[in-house]
T-cell receptor, first 115, second 112 residues
Framework: DAGVIQSPRHEVTEMGQEVTLRCKPISGHNSLFWYRQTMMRGLELLIYFNNNVPIDDSGMPEDRFSAKMPNASFSTLKIQPSEPRDSAVYFC?????????????FGNGTRLTVT | GQQVMQIPQYQHVQEGEDFTTYCNSSTTLSNIQWYKQRPGGHPVFLIQLVKSGEVKKQKRLTFQFGEAKKNSSLHITATQTTDVGTYFCAAQSTGTASKLTFGTGTRLQVTL
């Protein structure tokens, strides 16, 4: 099992640019989560999909953030335009079942730096 | 909204000493999960607790869920340098479709 695969591992971009983060969940998992981790705010849930449908996007900071899950094996998180305060590590996680009922399997994360 | 606090924020111990981190919720929980994140790594699932008063052990790690299901603890006996990392609890409140909220984390440093 390859685990949750995220790309890129590192992204450095200038303020105002569009950033797209990618995630491939574990095969057979039907829930997918995007988290953001910073020193100040810890691990924050941005959005949660179940069976490819967004269930809870209340954690998405603002309209600059959007997430899609076109099929069971792929999801993207897009930031446009990016700002320096978006700098963080973004984790994708997947699980089997609904949120909280089973373990989350995290990817290695994407470290985003916006200058 | 639900708040999940962990104490302490940071602890530095010498190898062989014990370590405990506490997780406290403002609401009654349906279950709680624990994760470990090594420096530069990603959170890795350790265990899930569901029942009131439940105690589970994994080698030197002991996990406990409070009787009122509002708090939990993780105790490590005789720490080793491999225990270094940040330990997070993740709590889910009772009620349908409730969020899994991560605690603030406890960073453990172990030195020889």
């Amino acid at each position: 099992d390859a685990g949750v695969i995220q790309s890129p591992r590192h992204e450095v971009t200038e303020m105002g640019q569009e950033v797209t983060l990618r995630c491939k969940p574990i095969s057979g998992h039907n829930s997918l989560f995007w988290y953001r981790q910073t020193m100040m705010r810890g691990l924050e849930l941005l959005i949660y999909f179940n069976n490819n449908v967004p269930i809870d996007d209340s954690g998405m900071p603002e309209d600059r953030f959007s997430a899609k899950m076109p099929n069971a094996s792929f999801s993207t998180l897009k930031i446009q335009p990016s700002e320096p305060r978006d700098s963080a590590v973004y984790f994708c996680a997947s699980s089997f079942g609904i949120q909280g009922n089973s373990p989350l399997h995290f990817g290695n994360g994407t470290r985003l730096t916006v200058t | 909204g639900q708040q999940v606090m962990q104490i302490p924020q940071y602890q530095h111990v010498q190898e062989g000493e014990d370590f405990t981190t506490y997780c406290n919720s403002s609401t009654t929980l349906s279950n709680i999960q624990w994760y470990k994140q090594r420096p530069g790594g990603h959170p890795v699932f350790l265990i899930q607790l569901v029942k009131s008063g439940e105690v589970k052990k994994q080698k030197r790690l002991t996990f406990q869920f409070g009787e009122a299901k509002k708090n939990s603890s993780l105790h490590i006996t005789a720490t080793q340098t491999t225990d270094v990392g940040t330990y997070f609890c993740a709590a889910q409140s009772t009620g349908t479709a409730s969020k899994l909220t991560f605690g603030t984390g406890t960073r453990l440093q172990v030195t020889l």
